[in-house]
Nanobody, 123 residues
Framework: QLPLVESGGGLVQPGGSLRLSCTATGFTFDYYNIGWLRQAPGKEREGVLCSTKNSGFIYYTDSAKGRFTISRDNAKNTVYLQMNSLKPEDTAVYYC????????????????WGQGTQVTVSS
């Protein structure tokens, strides 16, 4: 396992924003595709967004389009998930994960995971 540390989660009101960070320690992000995935209580884990090693991106879920964006700073070994217009259904544990390759993997193909950060959207 290559260490990944997520941060930035918390409690936010509907319509609010949060920025999650995922930082790698001990290895460089340069050769990795990096994804954000989430798991809500009682639900299966689902992909949210992926950043390719060439700074492209894909959305895994339509629910994030127009609200969430992903960015990476390879110099800081950090990837960010900016979440705007949050909804109660966005409540979940958010994980970042990595996998080497030419393009973003499917959600189930990631092979290195962080511990997750809780995001709760509630009034």
């Amino acid at each position: 396992q290559l260490p990944l540390v997520e941060s930035g989660g918390g409690l936010v009101q509907p319509g609010g924003s949060l920025r999650l960070s995922c930082t790698a320690t001990g290895f460089t992000f340069d050769y990795y595709n990096i994804g954000w995935l989430r798991q809500a209580p009682g639900k299966e884990r689902e992909g949210v967004l992926c950043s390719t090693k060439n700074s492209g991106f894909i959305y895994y879920t339509d629910s994030a389009k127009g609200r969430f964006t992903i960015s990476r700073d390879n110099a800081k070994n950090t990837v960010y998930l900016q979440m705007n217009s949050l909804k109660p259904e966005d409540t979940a544990v958010y994980y970042c994960a990595t996998r080497r390759g030419w393009s973003c993997p499917t959600s189930s193909e990631y092979d290195n995971w962080g511990q997750g950060t809780q995001v709760t959207v509630s009034s």
